[in-house]
């Protein structure tokens, strides 16, 4: 079973900046895709941001030009860079890594999920 660590969330005042971090227990190589979704009070999970193996990365429109998703294969971990955050941001983030079962199917591997607040 995979396991994913996250870290670095926390309080900021609007217009400020986090890093959340995500560590697998495998090799980030062995998921077809790592992410970051979010779910705020009342509201449904959603995704923030994606990144394949190759190609480029997804963002939600709501966080583009803001957030950065970096994977860092040298340190096997996958990062949220968080810009110019604001309150509509305060959410729990998930880390999310698509697992491949076989050659065809995979599941979804979810980390504990860390507290983002974004208040004045």
């Known amino acids: 079973q995979v396991q994913l660590v996250e870290s670095g969330g926390g309080y900021v005042q609007p217009g400020g900046s986090l890093r959340l971090s995500c560590v697998p227990s495998g090799s980030i190589f062995s998921f077809t895709s790592m992410g970051w979704y979010r779910q705020a009070p009342g509201k449904q999970r959603e995704l923030v941001a994606a990144k394949g193996r190759y190609g480029s990365p997804k963002y939600a429109d709501s966080v583009k030009g803001r957030f950065t998703i970096i994977r860092d294969n040298a340190e096997n971990t996958v990062?949220?860079?968080?810009?110019?955050?604001?309150?509509?941001?305060?959410?729990?983030?998930?880390?999310?890594?698509?697992?491949?079962?076989?050659?065809?199917?995979?599941?979804?591997?979810?980390?504990q999920g860390t507290q983002v607040t974004v208040s004045s």
């Open 79 to 111: 990062y949220l860079q968080m810009n110019s955050l604001q309150p509509d941001d305060t959410a729990v983030y998930y880390c999310n890594a698509k697992v491949p079962l076989g050659t065809s199917d995979e599941y979804d591997a979810w980390g």
